[in-house]
Each structure stands twice: as structure tokens, then as C-alpha cells.
């Protein structure tokens, strides 16, 4: 796992964050340092998975980065079961590629590289946006989650992780200075915090637990509740 040293420097100008090749080089570090509670998301998705995976349907990663989700996914599946994983980032989908062919789980799987917002989901019992969504402009949002209810059949489930605000200003910075001190805690300076937020500004857009819930009832599922929060990160079930 190579170390995440993107943001170690001064620069003189900060970019918009992007998922690029200094990224990926370095994403598996990067994510594990900077979402708390994430090695936990990813083991309570392949639990998910077990649960709510039916034989002969679809499964749906969208946001599939270098693998990580789609792997639990797919060591959980039926053998009967399909697995698309999505990812608009070509470098991102490549070494995806990579490292699913290293995994001899019997499920089928593909990895495309296109837009959440141009997968249509059909005949699914999972999908999975694992910090994902956040990227997506606001009011797009509502959208790609009606779509994902519609494709995904009765019992079926969306599990869902973002990165989440607060309508209190006291909590929401309690929770952003309790992030902090997590990032620090991992080994990145203050430099590295200040810059990567930095880039993250006007990129990634997170909403309210509340919002999330609403979005997803609006969309017709029969259930939505968050079933895991590490700070100011959480993670939701939806079941149609």
C-alpha cells in the first residue's frame, strides 16, 4: 500500500481534487487514513451482501475506485449472480480491471467505465455507492438514487456511504475538528489536512443524514435508516 504524500508539499496553487493518477496511486492509503470506520463499511458490505443477494440477479457497484467494495461484494455473491462495477475515472477502472482478475470468486463480473448518472440498473438485488454520491451535483442526486429504485427489485437493497453535515453548526464543527484529529491521528500534518480540504471545497458536496433519509423514502424505498456513523461519515440501508 504506498503511502499518500499528494498534499505533503506546499503548493502554490490547489486544484480541484480529482480522481487522476497521483489518486489512484495512492487511493487504498488515502481512503484508509481519511474515512474513519471505513475497513468497517467495507466488512458490513460483504454481511449486507450475504443477506440480501439473490441467485440469478444483478449487482451494482457504482463508484467502483481501485475495487476495494466490489471485491466484498462479489466474495459474497451466488455463483449465479452478476456484478457491474462503475467508475467514470479511466485509471480508476483500469487497475479496477487488474485487481479483479487476481480474484477467482465464481460470480461474473465487468468493470465499465461511464457516469453513475448513465448506468441503468435493472433486475438488482444490491447496489452499492460507497462515497460516491458526494461527487455528484446536488440536484442530480435525486435522480440517480429514483433510478436505482426502480431497477432494483422487491427486497432488494441499497447500501449507501457519504460523507454527511450537520444542521447544527456546533456539532457539524465538533464532528470536522473530531475528522481532523482522525487525519492527524493517521500521520497527516496540518499542511496535508488544510490543503486536501482545500480541493475538496466546491467538489465534494456532502448533504444531512435527514436529507439522505428523505431522498431515499422519496424514491420509494420501504425502509432507510443509517446503520453506521463514524463521525461525520455514515453509511445507509435502504430496502425496497
Known amino acids: 500500500m504506498k503511502k499518500d504524500t499528494v498534499y505533503a508539499n506546499p503548493l502554490e496553487q490547489i486544484e480541484e481534487f480529482r480522481f487522476d493518477a497521483s489518486v489512484a496511486d495512492v487511493f487504498e492509503n488515502m481512503i484508509n487514513r481519511s474515512v474513519p470506520g471505513y475497513p468497517l463499511v467495507l466488512d458490513l458490505i460483504g454481511v449486507l451482501t450475504e443477506k440480501y443477494a439473490v441467485e440469478n440477479t444483478n449487482c451494482y457497484d457504482l463508484g467502483c475506485s481501485l475495487g476495494a467494495s466490489t471485491l466484498k461484494i462479489r466474495q459474497h455473491l451466488p455463483e449465479s449472480c452478476h456484478l457491474v462495477g462503475v467508475d467514470n475515472s479511466r485509471v480508476m477502472v483500469e487497475r479496477c480491471r487488474a485487481n479483479i482478475d487476481r480474484d477467482h470468486s465464481q460470480a461474473t463480473v465487468e ?95 456532502p448533504n444531512s443524514e435527514q436529507q439522505h433519509i428523505e431522498r431515499l423514502t422519496m424514491a420509494g424505498f420501504e425502509s432507510a435508516q443509517t446503520f453506521v456513523r463514524c463521525f461525520n461519515f455514515a453509511s445507509f440501508l435502504a430496502v425496497r
Open 111 to 205: 468493470i465499465l467505465e461511464q457516469r453513475l448518472q448513465d448506468t441503468i440498473i435493472e433486475n438488482a438485488s444490491i447496489v452499492v455507492i460507497n462515497f460516491t454520491l458526494q461527487f455528484i451535483p446536488d440536484d442530480e442526486r435525486q435522480a440517480v438514487i429514483n433510478s436505482i429504485a426502480e431497477g432494483i427489485n422487491k427486497g432488494g437493497a441499497l447500501i449507501l456511504s457519504e460523507k454527511v453535515r450537520f444542521e447544527d453548526d456546533s456539532l457539524q464543527d465538533a464532528m470536522t475538528e473530531l475528522h481532523h484529529a482522525f487525519k492527524k491521528y493517521q500521520g497527516y500534518s496540518d499542511l496535508e489536512v488544510a490543503q486536501k480540504r482545500a480541493s475538496l471545497e466546491n467538489v465534494l458536496i
